[in-house]
C-alpha cells in the first residue's frame, strides 16, 4: 500500500471528513515520525511496532560490478521492529503471497 491509498481507503471509511483533511493528517503522521528519528527518538505505535534509527560504522565494501574495494561512510539508517500483536496477527492469519504480489507486478 502506497500513501495515496491509505488516504482514500480513510476517506471512503470516514465519508464524514474531506480527502484533503485526511491527506494532512497522514502526512502530518509522518512527518512527525519522521523528525521524531532525524532527532535520534524512537516512535512506538503500540500493537504496530517501533520505529528507531540505528548507527553503521564506515567500512570497506566492493562495487559488485568490478569487485573494487570502495570505502563507505558511517550513516545512520531507520530500522522498525514489528509489535507483539502485528507479529502474531501475520503469523495466523496466511498470507497469499502469490495473489499480492502478482496483484504489485501489474499495478
Given at each position: 500500500?502506497?500513501?495515496s491509498e491509505l488516504i482514500h481507503k480513510l476517506a471512503e471509511e470516514?465519508?464524514?471528513l474531506y480527502a484533503k483533511d485526511i491527506e494532512r493528517v497522514v502526512n502530518t503522521?509522518?512527518?512527525?515520525i519522521a523528525d521524531a528519528l532525524c532527532h535520534g527518538d524512537r516512535v512506538e505505535l503500540r500493537g504496530f511496532g517501533a520505529f528507531s534509527v540505528k548507527h553503521r560504522e564506515a567500512r570497506t565494501g566492493r562495487?559488485?560490478?568490478t569487485g573494487e574495494a570502495v570505502e563507505i561512510e558511517e550513516k545512520?539508517?531507520?530500522f522498525f521492529k514489528a509489535g507483539k500483536e502485528m507479529r502474531e496477527r501475520l503469523n495466523k492469519e496466511p498470507l497469499d503471497l502469490?495473489?499480492?504480489?502478482?496483484a504489485r507486478r501489474s499495478a
Open positions: 500500500m502506497i500513501k470516514n465519508p464524514h503522521v509522518f512527518g512527525e562495487n559488485p560490478r545512520w539508517t531507520p502469490d495473489t499480492a504480489g502478482a
